[in-house]
C-alpha cells in the first residue's frame, strides 16, 4: 500500500520532470541542427545558450571575446540563439547604411533620461528623424569649426594648459576629462556650462561619470530590469522616508540635478542672448517641452564627455611611453610649422590653422583606431521581414552589430593592428586609404552615426596641438601597460586603472 501511494503520488512529477527534459532536450537539438542561426559558424554552445555572451558581459571581456571568435570563424559569427556579429565593410554597410531600417533594440533604454526619448534612444528611424532633427544643426562642421564656437572650446584648452604649468605631474584621466565636460557642458547651457577645469564645483560629475566602473550595474539593469526596479523602489521608499532627494539618474543624482537645474535656469534667465547654445536651438523649437529639453541636452552630455576624454587619454599615454616618443617629435615638428599662430599666453592656436595639418589628424585618427571609445557591439535588430547581411539569410528580430575594436583590427586593411601607427593614414595608395576609411568606425556610420563627432575632433585637435607645441609628456612608473588595458565598461572601453599621471617637461 505504502509502496503503491508512493508511486501513484510521484508519476505527476515524474512527468513533469520527464516532459521538462524532453521539452529541453528538443529545443536544444533544435537550436543545433534546425534553427536559423544554427547555420551561422561559431561555437555549439551560443547556438544553444546566451549564457556564453552574459557570461563575458558581467565579466567585462565581451568585446575581446568575440574578436577572438571572429579569428577563429571568420567575419560572421553566432554569439548567441539571438545574435550575430559582423566583422566586415558589407556587413557594416548593410546594418548601418544611410538607408538602413534597422531599428535599435531595447538596450537603449539603459539611457532614458528624464522619462524622455532623446536623439541616442529613439529606437526607430521616423523618432529619430525627428528627434535628430532639433538639434543636428549645431554640430555640423561648418557650425563647430565657426569661431563664436571653436573659440569656447579653445578657452578650455587654455585652462587646461595653465593646469599643464602649475603641475608638474598631471592625472591626465582626470582632468582631460574635466576638459571634455566643460567642453560639453557650454556648448549645451552656454553660460551654465561647467567650469571644472578652474573650479572644483561640478567637478563629482565627472567622478560619478568617469571615476566609477558601471558596467555590472548597467548589464543588471539590462536583463534584470525588474529586480533592479524593485530595489530602486526600496531604497526610494527609505530616502524619501529620510527625506533625502528622490531623483534617480544611472550615473547619480548630482549629474540628474545639475541636467535639470542648467535647463531651467536658461529658460527663467530672460536676458541670456545665446543663441548658439545646443539648449537655445531646443528652446527655439519645443519652447514647453522642458523634460524633453533636458533629456537631449543629458543625452549630449553623458555621449560626450568619457568618449572624448577617454580618446585624449589613450592618445596622450601612448606617445608618452618610450617606444612612441618618436610621435611626439614628429607631432612637434608639423606644429613648429604654424608657431606663429600660437598664442604665448594661452598657448592655445586656432582651430582653422589645425585644420591644415595632417600629422595630427593622422595621431588622432590612429588613437581612435588603436583603441576605439566605443569598441563595442552597436546593437541593432533585423526588420519582421529578415535581411541578407554579408550572404547570410537573418531572420526578423535577431540582434546583430559590428564592434569597432574588431573592424580596427581586420589585417589586410590595416597590417600589424597592435602597431601604433599614425603613419599608414598617410599612405599614397587611395584604394588602400578608402577601405582604412571604411571600416574606421570609432563614430559608427550612416544616419545614427555619432553627432558630436565634428565637436569632439575640435576638442582633441585643440588640446592635443597645446600640448605638444609645448611640452613632452612622460608615463610615470605607475603608468604600465596593465594600468591602461582596456576595460570593457559597456559603453567605453576605459583605461582599467581610472588615471593615467603624466610628467609635463616643457619644451
Ligand atoms: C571621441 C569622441 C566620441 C566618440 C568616439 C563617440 C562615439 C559614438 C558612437 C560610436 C555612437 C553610435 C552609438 C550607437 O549607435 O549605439 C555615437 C552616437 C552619438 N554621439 Fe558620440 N562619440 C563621441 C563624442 C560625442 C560628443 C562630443 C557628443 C556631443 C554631442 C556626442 C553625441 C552623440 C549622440 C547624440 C549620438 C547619437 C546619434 C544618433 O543616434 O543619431 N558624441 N557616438
Request: charged fraction near 20%; include cysteine; hydrophobic fraction near 40%.
Amino acid at each position: 500500500m505504502a509502496v503503491s501511494t508512493f508511486v501513484t503520488g510521484t508519476r505527476p512529477v515524474l512527468v513533469a520532470v520527464l516532459s521538462a527534459v524532453a521539452y529541453l532536450a528538443g529545443a536544444v537539438i533544435y537550436r543545433l541542427f534546425f534553427a536559423p542561426l544554427s547555420k551561422i559558424p561559431g561555437p555549439k554552445l551560443t547556438s544553444v545558450t546566451s549564457l556564453w555572451v552574459m557570461y563575458h558581459e558581467f565579466k567585462g571581456d565581451r568585446t575581446v571575446e568575440i574578436d577572438r571568435l571572429h579569428s577563429q570563424y571568420g567575419p560572421v559569427v553566432r554569439v548567441s540563439p539571438t545574435e550575430v556579429s559582423f566583422n566586415n565593410y558589407d556587413g557594416l554597410r548593410e546594418i548601418y547604411g544611410i538607408k538602413s531600417t534597422f531599428s535599435k533594440s531595447s538596450f537603449y533604454d539603459l539611457f532614458v533620461y528624464y522619462n524622455e526619448r532623446n536623439t541616442f534612444t529613439s529606437l526607430d528611424k521616423p523618432n529619430h528623424s525627428a528627434k535628430k532633427r532639433l538639434v543636428a544643426d549645431r554640430y555640423t562642421k561648418s557650425y563647430v569649426m565657426q569661431p563664436s564656437v571653436a573659440d569656447k572650446v579653445r578657452e578650455h584648452a587654455a585652462a587646461f594648459m595653465k593646469q599643464a604649468s602649475a603641475q608638474p605631474v598631471l592625472d591626465i584621466y582626470t582632468w582631460l576629462h574635466y576638459y571634455a565636460l566643460d567642453a560639453i557642458t557650454n556648448h549645451l547651457y552656454g553660460i551654465y556650462g561647467t567650469q571644472t577645469l578652474s573650479n572644483p564645483e561640478y567637478r563629482g560629475i565627472v567622478y560619478d561619470l568617469s571615476g566609477v566602473k558601471h558596467r555590472t550595474r548597467l548589464y543588471m539593469l539590462h536583463y534584470f530590469g525588474w529586480y533592479m526596479w524593485l530595489t530602486s523602489q526600496l531604497k526610494l521608499a527609505v530616502r524619501k522616508l529620510s527625506g533625502q532627494s528622490t531623483q534617480f539618474h544611472v550615473r547619480g543624482n548630482r549629474l540628474n540635478d545639475y541636467g535639470q537645474d542648467s535647463v531651467s535656469s536658461f529658460r527663467r534667465d530672460q536676458t541670456t542672448k545665446d543663441t548658439i547654445s545646443t539648449c537655445a536651438k531646443l528652446f527655439s523649437q519645443i519652447p514647453n517641452n522642458e523634460p524633453a529639453i533636458a533629456a537631449e541636452c543629458m543625452d549630449h552630455l553623458v555621449a560626450g564627455v568619457d568618449t572624448t576624454g577617454d580618446a585624449m587619454c589613450i592618445l596622450m599615454w601612448r606617445i608618452s611611453t618610450p617606444e612612441y616618443k618618436h610621435v611626439q617629435d614628429t607631432l612637434f615638428a608639423e606644429l613648429s610649422s604654424i608657431k606663429d599662430q600660437f598664442d604665448p599666453t594661452t598657448k592655445t592656436a586656432p582651430i582653422a590653422a589645425l585644420e591644415k595639418l595632417p600629422y595630427l589628424d593622422a595621431v588622432i585618427h590612429e588613437a581612435m583606431r588603436w583603441r576605439p571609445p566605443v569598441p563595442m557591439t552597436l546593437f541593432r535588430i533585423v526588420p519582421p521581414s529578415g535581411a541578407l547581411i554579408s550572404g547570410q539569410v537573418i531572420p526578423g528580430g535577431t540582434t546583430v552589430g559590428c564592434q569597432a575594436y574588431s573592424l580596427h583590427r581586420v589585417e589586410e586593411v590595416f597590417p600589424n593592428p597592435d602597431l601604433f601607427d599614425p603613419t599608414r593614414w598617410l599612405t599614397e595608395d587611395v584604394a588602400h586609404l578608402a577601405a582604412m576609411r571604411n571600416h574606421f568606425w570609432p563614430f559608427s556610420s550612416g544616419g545614427r552615426m555619432c553627432l558630436g563627432h565634428n565637436l569632439a575632433m575640435v576638442e582633441m585637435k585643440l588640446i592635443v596641438a597645446a600640448v605638444y607645441m609645448h611640452y613632452t609628456t612622460r608615463a610615470t612608473p605607475e603608468v604600465t601597460e596593465e594600468s591602461m588595458r582596456m576595460d570593457d565598461q559597456l559603453t567605453s572601453g576605459v583605461p582599467y586603472a581610472l588615471s593615467c599621471p603624466l610628467e609635463f617637461v616643457a619644451r
